[in-house]
């Protein structure tokens, strides 16, 4: 393997890793990236945009063109960091705010200067008791050191920060739905345009990022644009958290050169698959995206590598399955968790994911018949697109891509099929 | 190698006499447990190295059966049926009758799945009786201190008191349900001593008080709401998404299919551990009782107690060699039959707790004054004629079953003694429950010889049955109970379990050549060919995906 060591080196690295600590966060990395940004407010933006750093909650999209859009508004504008995080197999952004609080609040103060945000929304989900309450803390402390006075003298504008925990629904991690959420109604995701960064929260320009995405601020601006593409492999820059799940030796989050070779997370840094067998199904980001099957095991592990294997990096998650996994029912199973998350609002998201829950189910325990299966298929095609999220859009993908990959196990579970 | 006496020649040296004083050479000695008993045998135990008991003392070849891969993986479970219920039952014999009754009588909904049929298990072997403080000189305290005197430690002192205080309630219900005892002329209620007990306590049904129980358990169940799924052994226990027990994946043994029973609540009363035969011994034990509900539980997490330590009954047929290990009750040795060695001499008090007298025996084999039965096989007399020359027409009106196998075994049981060496007999330690069956994991209950604690590391005769029928009733209720409690709306089953589980094997470097539960002894013969033969062997299949 690697000569020099790569794993949990920027946001995991220990240093980072110091809990609601603040003396300790400011001992090694604390500090220094926030120093940078206050020296030259006006060139974070270009920095984030030459460092290529990219949405991490899951889109992949250009960190930059939201700030940009972001910075060039006037009046009250607001920040919302994204820790809603809910879908299966994805626990990065939990260690991040549970382990390196005050490295996310430093991250989000980085990009309130950059781009003159006064109010700072900490939005996390409920479920994550630890986070909430290290975040809390971080926070306490933070706002008792000198450093607050220091951004606002140095910059003109005060930052005010508040922790608010989300309604625990999956969908409130949309943007335009947490957005509401903030506003403090129920998580319906809005039509979008307008976007958040000109008509969020209360009609404000707001910028919505990732946990992970704002957790890397402090580092790029402390170590500069050139070591930050450094860190990552090929032409992707950065590192990835990613959570690595299901049938591995040693599942959990392993931070990684972005680009990192599948195989070398499964096998390398995973262990391997239980018990000697084989791999199957990889189930990526979210798992709303295509699925990965074995000749997919090479694809380095960026947003545009991953896409051009038809599927999507999305979070980060990785859950592994080996030959021992039935895919009906792993596939219903997810698909089940889209239904069941579904906010209701776009009627065929609402009935769409129902439908296609209740017959994976059937196929699933043997009650399925060829009708059914067809049904499945046509619903793949008309579904898509047809949401004002992109929730529809995830649940289709999965099926869609598992009944292109294995038929033949939808055929056996049919009712009355030859065993 | 130890020379016993040939069975022919010790026989003739026989003769039966109604009276024989216990010589005051017979005195054990304090070290008669640490010599002799099996479960003081050097390297019989290792350290378990995965699971809720990792570090603790267990027989090596239960251990083997409890660190091994599970027989099933989620593809196998593609297009099974699912089912829901309120509870499950795993387990036919008197537990989990008794379980099912008292869950079914509360108003929930019961499935009873057994491997075989219902009462294809080791109640219906219990021959000597059921203890219960009945007597007007006895009281549940006196009872509760037998037990843990007879315990030889480790007991679960709460346990024990609440299956003693249950004992006249738990033959109230019995009688209730249309059991019949013994009776004396009054039709009060005949009692007996056992061994290591102060008094009179042991009620009974002739010699097959156990298969009386089983009788009417069955016919209880068939007339209550119960579903009972027979031939559908557990291969493996379902959990949600917090761990706990969600119910269980059942194999049909009729058509090889799979089926997911989902449960709020899941009962093991599967019992014991008999066929694996531990340290070589012949069993007195029901063929299916290959420690299935011990992996189940194991597997999802559930602690358990005591792995080290069974009961050996003292007298185990030991001739003729084909019903090696078939149970003569103790009441024959409660109605006052001697133990003999070679040179028809008695060498220890009959009524000593039973893990005394196994010793015992075990010692006179090895020490020479044993009989050699051939099939490098040897034991000791168990003097049936004295009881029938002090009592004309005991045996017969007492022990109908051991006539019975008198006559299986060409042997006279009135005129002639029966050659007997310990046979494996009970599981002492289990599933560490509480008083109302509730195991460690959230969900799972489990009740009868699966469990551990009640009796410590030796159990008195009679108080299997009553175990069996106390925490059966209790767990029955509770579980139904748990069916109405908060957030118990039907979750999201799987075999996560299985996950964290294999994940540990593997850690520890265990091979994952075996897989289990058993379900059936290895010799157990199928029709060659069969799914289930397949199944059985145990043989991991290659993995060619």
């Known amino acids: ?419 | 190698m130890t020379i016993n006496i040939p069975y022919d020649e010790a026989i003739r040296r026989y003769r039966p006499l109604a009276e024989r004083a216990l010589p005051c050479t017979a005195d054990p000695g304090e070290d008669l447990l640490q010599r002799y008993h099996p479960d003081y045998i050097a390297d019989r135990c290792i350290q378990l190295t995965v699971g809720a008991n990792a570090g603790d003392p267990c027989h090596r070849q239960l251990a083997d059966v409890l660190q091994s891969d599970s027989r099933i993986d989620e593809a196998d479970l593609a297009a099974s049926p699912e089912v829901e219920t309120d509870v499950l039952v795993i387990g036919g014999g008197g537990a989990g009758c008794s379980a099912a009754l008292e869950a079914a009588r509360a108003g929930a909904r019961v499935i009873l799945a057994t491997k075989l049929r219902l009462g294809d298990s080791n109640t219906v072997m219990a021959e000597g009786g059921i203890q219960a403080s009945i007597e007007k000189d006895d009281t549940p305290q006196m009872h509760y201190d037998d037990t843990v005197k007879g315990a030889s430690g480790q007991i679960d002192r709460t346990l024990a008191a609440q299956m003693v205080t249950d004992g006249p309630d738990v033959i109230r219900w019995l009688i209730q349900q249309g059991m019949q005892f013994d009776l004396d002329q009054y039709g009060d209620l005949l009692t007996r001593r056992a061994g290591g007990t102060s008094a009179p306590r042991v009620l009974y049904f002739r010699d097959y008080t156990g298969l009386e129980m089983m009788r009417v358990l069955r016919e209880a169940v068939f007339n209550s709401d119960v579903e009972v799924w027979d031939y559908c052994p557990a291969v493996e226990l379902l959990s949600d998404q917090s761990g706990h027990c969600a119910g269980a994946v059942l194999s049909s043994l009729k058509d090889y299919t799979y089926s997911l029973v989902k449960a709020k609540s899941v009962i093991v009363a599967t019992g014991g551990i008999g066929r694996l035969h531990l340290n070589g011994f012949p069993t007195s034990n029901h063929f299916g009782a290959v420690g299935d509900g011990l992996v189940l539980a194991y597997r999802l997490g559930a602690k358990l107690r005591d792995l080290d330590t069974f009961q050996y009954h003292p007298t185990g047929l030991a001739h003729p060699h084909h019903l090696g290990g078939t149970l003569i009750t103790e009441g024959v040795r409660s109605a006052g039959a001697y133990l003999l060695n070679a040179a028809s001499e008695r060498f220890i008090d009959e009524l000593r707790p039973r893990d005394h007298v196994a010793a015992a025996i075990i010692r006179e084999c090895a020490e020479g004054r044993g009989v050699d039965a051939g099939h490098g096989q040897s034991g000791v007399w168990l003097d049936t004629p004295s009881i029938e020359l002090r009592s004309p027409g005991i045996m017969e009106q007492r022990f109908p079953k051991l006539l019975h196998l008198g006559i299986k075994s060409g042997i006279d049981p009135r005129q002639q003694p029966m050659l007997i060496y310990p046979t494996l007999h009970y599981q002492n330690g289990g599933v560490i429950i509480n008083r109302q069956g509730a195991s460690t994991v959230p969900g799972l209950y489990c009740v009868g010889e699966v469990c551990g604690g009640v009796h410590g590391r030796n159990r008195l005769m009679g108080n299997s049955l009553l175990e069996i029928i106390s925490f059966g009733r209790r767990a029955g209720t509770t579980a139904a109970k748990r069916v109405h409690g908060a957030g118990m709306r039907q979750k999201k089953v799987s075999l996560e379990h299985l996950r964290a589980f294999r994940r540990e094997l593997m850690l520890a470097k265990m091979p994952l050549t075996q897989q289990s539960p058993l379900l059936f002894p290895e010799y157990a013969k199928f029709e060659k060919d069969s799914d289930y033969d397949g199944l059985r062997r145990n043989t991991r299949v290659a993995d060619d995906g």
């Open chain 1, 1 to 419: 393997m690697d000569k020099a060591p790569v794993l949990n080196q920027v946001l995991l690295q220990p240093s980072s890793r110091v809990g609601a600590d603040f003396d300790a966060w400011l001992w090694d990395v604390g500090g220094s990236g926030l120093e940078a940004a206050l020296q030259e407010p006006g060139r974070i933006v270009d920095m984030v945009k030459e460092a290529d750093l990219r949405g991490l909650g899951g889109s992949g999209f250009p960190t930059w063109v939201k700030w940009s859009a972001v910075a060039k508004q006037t009046g009250e504008k607001y920040l919302i960091c994204n820790g809603n995080e809910d879908e299966p197999g994805t626990f990065k952004d939990r260690v991040l705010m549970e382990e390196c609080p005050h490295q996310l609040i430093e991250g989000a103060t980085i990009a309130a200067v950059a781009c003159g945000i006064q109010r700072v929304v900490f939005y996390i989900n409920p479920h994550l008791s630890g986070a909430i309450d290290a975040v809390r803390r971080a926070l306490h402390q933070w706002q008792q050191s000198e450093w607050p006075e220091r951004i606002a003298q140095a910059t003109g504008v005060a930052i005010d920060y508040r922790v608010q925990p989300s309604s625990g629904h999956y969908i409130g991690g949309e943007e335009t739905a947490a957005i509401e959420s903030v506003e403090g109604k129920f998580p319906f995701p809005r039509a979008k345009p307008p976007y958040p960064t000109e008509h969020g929260v209360h009609g404000r320009p707001t910028l919505i990022n990732n946990v992970e995405t704002l957790s890397n601020l402090p580092h790029l601006l402390r170590n500069g644009v050139e070591w930050f593409r450094r860190q990552g492999l090929g032409e992707a820059t950065g590192t990835k958290i990613y959570s690595l799940s299901g049938d591995v030796l040693r599942p959990g989050v392993y931070e990684l050169p972005m680009g990192t070779p599948l195989s070398d997370l499964l096998y390398h840094y995973g262990e391997g698959m239980l018990v000697g067998k084989k791999l199957k199904a990889v189930f990526t980001g979210g798992p709303s995206n295509t699925i990965l099957t074995p000749k997919d095991i090479d694809v380095p592990m960026d947003f545009e590598s991953v896409a051009a294997r038809r599927s999507a990096l999305g979070t980060g998650a990785m859950i592994a399955v080996s030959q021992g996994t039935g895919i009906v029912k792993k596939v219903g199973e997810y698909v089940s968790f889209f239904a069941s998350s579904s906010c209701g609002q776009c009627p065929s998201c609402k009935t769409g994911t129902y439908y296609m829950s209740q017959l994976l189910n059937r196929i699933g325990t043997g009650q399925g018949t060829r009708s059914d299966l067809d049904s499945l298929i046509n619903l793949c095609k008309i579904l898509p697109g047809s949401g004002r999220c992109h929730l529809v859009n995830g649940a289709v993908k999965v099926l869609d891509s598992s009944l292109y990959h294995f038929m033949d196990e939808y055929e056996q579970s049919l009712r009355g099929a030859p065993t």
